[in-house]
Structures are given as structure tokens and as C-alpha cells.
């Protein structure tokens, strides 16, 4: 490409919205990830019924611990941790992309996570990928986590 060409923008390729109901949380992040980055719309419903598997005492200390790191000088440099369950599954997903690189922000940007179904979109089909269910013995559901942090359900 010589200097005087513009790079072709990114067509999108289409919209998608995906159900979080009984998906295994890190299976659909990376899911989610590789499609948004490859130019996909993507919009997840139902973000607080991800699950995460493990078990729920091991997955709360693991949180506990996480909500515990912070900064001792100014608190707009100190990391904001998320306390709903669409803030924490678009975090997962954020971890999942090149971030600092503008192709991974203007991917973020293509992420859209709800707490429930909006009305927009109850028309709408919902996909499930198949990678990302699993059944698991020991699980707790994003919402639960929240819940335990003091997120309240609508």
C-alpha cells in the first residue's frame, strides 16, 4: 500500500445476540472475543445466568481477593472493579482481547452486554455456541457472585 492510499475500513459483518443462560462464562468470553474481533456485532443477554465454574467458596475468596488490590495515592489511577454482572462479563471479555491496540478498542466497542432481555430485543433469535456449554458439577452463576458483592436483581 503506497502512502497516498486509505486503508479500507472494516465492513461489518452482521449482529448477533447470544443467550449467557447456563454458558460456562470463559468459553463464551473467548466465543464472544474472537467474533468481535473479526468485525461481528455482538450483543449478550441474560449476562448474570454465566456461569462460572469452580466451587462457590473458591470462587468467592478468588473475587474477595481480587476486589482487594488498589492504590495508595490518587483514586482515579486506582482500578475500578466491576460490581454488575453485565460490567463483569464485559470485563472477562476485555481481558480476552489486544486491548491497548486500536484494533481491540474499536472490537470492544462492537460488545454489548444486558442484565436480562431488553424489550428491543425479544424479537429477536438468540444463538447459543455449542463450545460453550458444558455440564459442570460445581458452578455459581454470575449473579450470585454480584449478588454476594451487593448487587441487587431489577
Not at 488498589?70 to 462479563?89: C, E, G, I, M
Request: aromatic share 6%; net charge positive; proline share 6%.
Amino acid at each position: 500500500m503506497s502512502a497516498c492510499e486509505k486503508p479500507k475500513k472494516m465492513a461489518k459483518i452482521g449482529r448477533a445476540v447470544i443467550d449467557a443462560s447456563g454458558l460456562i462464562l470463559g468459553r463464551l468470553a473467548s466465543h464472544v472475543a474472537k467474533r468481535i474481533l473479526a468485525g461481528e456485532e455482538i450483543i449478550v443477554v441474560n449476562a448474570e445466568n454465566a456461569m462460572i465454574s469452580g466451587s462457590k467458596t473458591k470462587i468467592v475468596e478468588t473475587y474477595k481477593k481480587h476486589l482487594e488490590t488498589r492504590t495508595l495515592t490518587s483514586q482515579d489511577k486506582a482500578p475500578k472493579h466491576p460490581r454488575r454482572p453485565d460490567t463483569y462479563v464485559r470485563r472477562v471479555v476485555r481481558g480476552m482481547i489486544p486491548w491497548k491496540k486500536p484494533e481491540g478498542k474499536k472490537a470492544y466497542r462492537r460488545l454489548k452486554v444486558y442484565v436480562g432481555l431488553p424489550e428491543n430485543f425479544t424479537a429477536t433469535p438468540t444463538q447459543t455456541p455449542a463450545e460453550a456449554k458444558k455440564s459442570v458439577h460445581s458452578f455459581m452463576t454470575v449473579g450470585e457472585l454480584m449478588e454476594t458483592f451487593g448487587w441487587k436483581r431489577p
